[in-house]
């Protein structure tokens, strides 16, 4: 029974830590990044949730003062691999839509769900003290990419 107990916890001890390589796989983008935009100062900010999920929030600020919230996002680590997870108040009933991540390297990450409506394809990259991150796809028969380039607060 011991020797039982002893190879469960043997087995959980690595499940955990390989579980905790995979957060730090992703914790290049943790921070506070900013961009100037057309209505004021996008600011997202990225935290640890938990040992399997990083979660970012996006704002905007106006007038040097008020927020105005954007989104929620978790990228989570779950049976074997990662998705990139936005909730948006105002779209899709402010229900969570999830993007399977399909590349991560070094500091950078694509993510794609071809059923929603727009976007499509989600990409993150950091570069030194930037952030590019980009959304694209096909909205009523037209492509259409943008481009955010932030830089750490």
Not at 67 to 77: G, M, P, Q, R, W
Not at 97 to 117: A, G, L, M, T, W
Request: proline residues 2%; hydrophobic residues 40%; charged residues 25%.
């Amino acid at each position: 029974m011991r020797r039982i107990l002893l190879i469960l916890l043997t087995i959980l001890v690595l499940h955990t830590e390989s579980i905790a390589q995979k957060i730090e796989e992703m914790s290049w983008i943790l921070g506070t990044w900013r961009i100037q935009g057309l209505q004021g100062i996008i600011v997202e900010k990225w935290a640890v949730k938990n040992d399997s999920t990083l979660t970012g929030r996006s704002y905007v600020i106006k007038n040097g003062k008020d927020n105005s919230f954007l989104e929620t996002v978790d990228i989570a680590y779950r049976n074997g691999a990662w998705y990139y997870i936005p909730t948006v108040a105002d779209q899709n009933d402010a229900q969570p839509v999830s993007f399977s991540i399909i590349f991560v390297k070094n500091e950078e990450f694509i993510c794609e769900n071809k059923e929603h409506d727009f976007p499509q394809r989600i990409a993150y990259r950091r570069v030194k003290n930037q952030l590019f991150a980009s959304i694209e796809g096909v909205r009523d028969s037209v492509y259409s990419k943008q481009n955010f380039d932030f830089v750490v607060e």
